[in-house]
């Protein structure tokens, strides 16, 4: 699956003072930001376009209604950060640890997931678009009621995570811990899975396995 990659200007501006600058204009353009911290309790309708996060620390950030394109989080960290009903275009979470963090509502399209602990994130109601997770502990995650085109989560964990009212046709678990897995019957037709998920996956409709004729 082609994922459209951020693009990023050749030349940004290096800054620290990211609370003064969207004090002045909440739209922020071919920025980079690097070993920082950023609180930001109250900022609703941010525009960031073209912009490079590395190695900052987001603590008690409250970004809804976010509009990003052409974003990269390189090892940053996310403490209660909330980035729900947002717009998110051609950005990368590369090596980031966001427990916790809120993507309720979002439009998500060429976002790419490496390598990231998303544990406890919640990601309910959002819509997705050639979007890949890679390498990602997502468990006991939240993707309740989402809309899935051309999305991948490729040997990421899984582990108690819930999908209910979400359809999982087309969607592909074959690499991925889907142990404890939340998923509702009727919307589990066309995914696809391993040999040994399917048999988690028959349990959940209260079918027994004779696992002795397997052996």
């Keep these: 699956m082609k994922i459209e990659k951020p693009r990023i200007p050749s030349y940004l501006e290096e800054q620290t003072e990211f609370h003064k600058m969207v004090e002045e ?16 309790p109250e900022l609703s309708c941010l525009h960031l376009d073209g912009i490079v996060f590395e190695n900052v620390c987001f603590e008690d950030c409250n970004f809804l209604n976010i509009d990003m394109i052409d974003v990269i989080f390189e090892n940053c960290e996310f403490n209660n950060v909330v980035f729900s009903d947002g717009a998110i ?98 919307l589990l037709k066309g995914a696809i899975v391993s040999t040994d998920q399917a048999l988690q996956l028959v349990k959940l409709l209260g079918l027994i396995v004779d696992e002795t004729e397997l052996e």
């Design 25 to 40: 204009e909440p739209y922020l353009q071919g920025l980079s930001f690097k070993n920082c911290l950023i609180r930001e």
């Design 89 to 186: 275009h051609r950005t990368i979470f590369k090596t980031c640890r966001a427990m916790g963090t809120q993507f309720i509502d979002c439009v998500l399209h060429n976002i790419q997931y490496i390598e990231c602990n998303l544990h406890y994130a919640n990601f309910s109601g959002s819509r997705y678009k050639q979007t890949i997770y890679k390498k990602c502990d997502i468990g006991s995650s939240s993707f309740i009621q989402c809309e899935f085109k051309k999305t991948l989560f490729e040997h990421c964990s899984l582990v108690d995570s819930e999908f209910y009212n979400t359809s999982l046709d087309g969607m592909n678990f074959a690499t991925s811990e889907i142990d404890g897995i939340g998923v509702t019957q009727d």
